[in-house]
């Protein structure tokens, strides 16, 4: 398996450029997460899908962040127009739902996006 | 709301001694609580998890972790630190409700393992 992948590895862009970030899942899991990693805030979930819907956006910053799922391989966390207080790490993971108990089931992350806006 | 709180920003522990990295958590009703690793340049690696039953949870590269629901903590242990555990390592909670799947991290402990 090769476990959950992120592209790009790295992303740097200038204020107010399009970022699009992009998310595999390990297949079979049903479960998709998008955090976001600094140093001065830690690690924060932005949004999760469950089968392809949204279901928590509560963490997401504001209006220039969207993200979507339109099957069940594939996710994109997009920021429009990028800022340079975006420059973080961001994670995709993803999760299974064994017969009802999701909650119960550990998260698997991939690598990660590391994002620098100047 | 539910919150992890990693008291130590960083854990100095000699080679071969035991290592322990803290967690107390808050959360509505019964927990489940995790432990994760992250390597430098790495995503966040599952170590062990506590969902019921016995306290003593096992993990995966020598590691345990003690669920003592008074003290409502999570500590993260291993008898004897090897230099390759050097990492950052988070504790999260996720309260044991339907509907409920968000995990709320801690701010990490780096463990820092001297030769």
């Known amino acids: 398996d090769a476990g959950v992948i992120q592209s790009p590895r790295h992303e740097v862009t200038e204020m107010g450029q399009e970022v699009t970030l992009r998310c595999k899942p390990i297949?079979?899991?049903?479960?998709l997460f998008w955090y976001r990693q600094t140093m001065m805030r830690g690690l924060e979930l932005l949004i999760y899908?469950?089968?392809?819907?949204?279901?928590?956006d509560s963490g997401m910053p504001e209006d220039r962040f969207s993200a979507k799922m339109p099957n069940a391989s594939f996710s994109t966390l997009k920021i429009q127009p990028s800022e340079p207080r975006d420059s973080a790490v961001y994670f995709c993971a993803s999760s299974f739902n064994l017969a009802g108990r999701g909650r119960y089931n550990e998260q698997f992350f991939g690598p990660g996006t590391r994002l620098t806006v100047l | 709301a539910q919150s992890v709180a990693q008291p130590e920003d960083q854990v100095n522990v000699a080679e071969g001694n035991p290592l322990t990295v803290k967690c107390t958590y808050s959360v509505s009703g019964n927990p489940y609580l995790f432990w994760y690793v992250q390597y430098p340049n790495r995503g966040l690696q599952f170590l062990l998890k506590y969902i019921t039953g016995d306290n003593l949870v096992k993990g995966s590269y020598g590691f345990e972790a003690e669920f003592n629901k008074s003290q409502t903590s999570f500590h993260l242990k291993k008898p004897s630190a090897l230099v390759s555990d050097s990492a950052l390592y988070f504790c999260a909670v996720r309260g044991a409700y339907y509907g409920n799947n968000r995990l709320a991290f801690g701010k990490g402990n780096q463990v820092v393992v001297i030769p």
């Open positions: 297949s079979g899991h049903d479960y």
């Open positions: 899908f469950n089968n392809n819907v949204p279901i928590d």
